[in-house]
């Protein structure tokens, strides 16, 4: 497994120690050019326990620091790796512009919706940032569907837990860790496991470019994952290099909630005649024997190795409502 993480600059750094197609997953908070030593102000918080020696980037600098370090960032993936940058409003232009002179393609626009955001008097609280998920082309993506759910599990309203961790707006809530020696800013914990299980694979190699509190680092390593960074302020890297020293690799594997492929083996097949007979006799069957439509659609999902979906669809194209006594009929109608 590889550790490596070096207080410099990403941009020289990466240029040093970064071979060309090296990297699998690149997970980085960049600096938002935001008057980042002002934050506490709007978010309340005590800087006492902040580490000092944040360093901001210009206004009228970002968007060449944008396109310098994305540069660099398409180069050290390899073919197939993912880019995921976490970004404020404020100067998401010029990384989408950086992004676009790029050959990286975009996947997701996922919105992270946290807790207690900006405080506000004339206008809406800034609650959410982007999460902006790229690839570079000509290898193989890794995307590990079932990384956290099956696709049968299911939450106390019958809804898939899968689609719903699939979706593209996540409410995650902030770690403040009170009391607590922290960097600036830093992602929390459920939203880096998130993104690690679901965009690499175990030994893979994560990089952060902006470091920051390592947390990057340390949820790859706990993970199973090699891992890589810059973190040019030296305060924050002696401290957090430290911390990720103590970690056992892979030691949150067994904390973690993990999902497994239970598709169902016909997925996607082409119904044969004889299926659909059968699927045709086997639902009226089931129905008159006092089940419910939705329990005899998990019997028949079952049965015929189908998903629900398939299941559902080929029932509306045999038009099986019409050709039932008059009594299931009514039953079935106020379903």
Partial sequence: MR???YNQDCIQGAREH???NSIDLILTDPPFAINGDKLHKHYNRKEAFVLDGYVEIPQEEYADFSKAWITEAERVLRPGGALIIVSGYSNLLDILNALRGTSLKEFNHIIWKYNFG???KSKFVSSHYHILYYCKPGGERTFNNFARFG??????????LLYQDLEDVW???REYKPGEIKNKNELPTALLIKLIQYLSKPEDVVCDFFLGGFSTAKIAKGLGRSAVGYEINKNSFDYHYEEVEQISINELASKVKVGKDDTPAKAGEPWTEGEINQLDKRYIELRRNGHTKKKTIEI????????NW???KRLD?????ERVDPVLKLQFDSE
């Fill in 310 to 312: 398939s299941i559902i």
């Fill in 118 to 120: 900006v405080n506000t």
């Fill in 3 to 5: 550790y490596e993480f």
């Fill in 171 to 173: 409410v995650i809530n």
């Fill in 151 to 160: 696709s049968r599990e299911r939450n106390g309203d019958n809804r898939s």
């Fill in 18 to 20: 970064l071979r060309d």
């Fill in 300 to 307: 028949l999902s079952g049965e015929f190795q189908r998903g």
């Fill in 317 to 321: 194209a045999l038009n099986i409502r």
